[in-house]
Antibody
């Protein structure tokens, strides 16, 4: 069955960097676009970024453009999110999700990112 | 950016009753809207896509309807496991956006 396992979260100071990973299994990873979606404490869902299966044009929410970079390694079945210049407002649980025509049909359990001094 | 407004924020119902959740978009979405369920401490789960198509494993008591800017998720005969938060999501424009959520709680 489809499995997505995020890792790499933690506590980091404002302005620092963190790289999240999402290990995929149970499906042909290279055939699917993949997304990152986040959820701040007690808040709703916020889409962050998408990487197409062929690594062409990625898209980002405006608030992370220039700071976050989504990438993937199809040989390792892994999705990444490089987060630089982190801000307190980036504090959230970060989920990776598989694409179904720009909906999200499978989700990982998430990894917590806390940005705090 | 397309804004999705969900109402009500909270719905208090008893098991066996029906729930009607609304999602209104700031511009037309055509037939491109999804609904997700999120239980406490869990990841969201896709329930409905393209307004009315049930995702794999979604029980038949969940149904979606609407078009353009007004959409509805109906849950018939609420089961205990249906008490959760529900989000709508649009895919018409970048950025992909979600509504603020409706919490269905036990009365």
């Amino acid at each position: 069955q489809v499995q997505l396992v995020e890792s790499g979260g933690g506590v980091v100071q404002p302005g620092r960097s963190l790289r999240l990973s999402c290990a995929a299994s149970g499906f042909s990873f290279s055939k699917y676009a993949m997304h990152w979606v986040r959820q701040a404490p007690g808040k709703g869902l916020e889409w962050v970024a998408v990487m197409p299966n062929d690594e062409t044009t990625s898209h980002y929410i405006d608030s992370v453009k220039g700071r976050f970079t989504i990438s993937r390694d199809n040989s390792r079945n892994t999705l990444y999110l490089q987060m630089n210049s982190l801000r307190t407002e980036d504090t959230a649980v970060y989920f990776c999700a598989r694409d179904l025509r720009y909906y999200f049909d499978s989700w990982g359990q998430g990894t917590q990112v806390t940005v705090s001094s | 950016e397309i804004v999705l407004t969900q109402s009500p924020a909270t719905l208090s119902l008893s098991p066996g009753e029906s729930a009607t959740l609304s999602c209104r978009a700031s511009q037309s979405l055509g037939n491109y809207l999804a609904w997700y369920q999120q239980r406490p401490g869990q990841a969201p789960r896709l329930l409905i896509y393209d307004v009315s198509n049930r995702a794999t494993g979604t029980p038949a008591r969940f149904s979606g309807s609407g078009s353009g800017t007004d959409f509805t998720l109906t849950i018939s005969n609420l089961e205990p496991e249906d008490f959760a938060v529900y989000y709508c999501q649009q895919r018409t424009n970048w950025a992909l956006t979600f509504g603020g959520g409706t919490k269905v709680e036990i009365k």
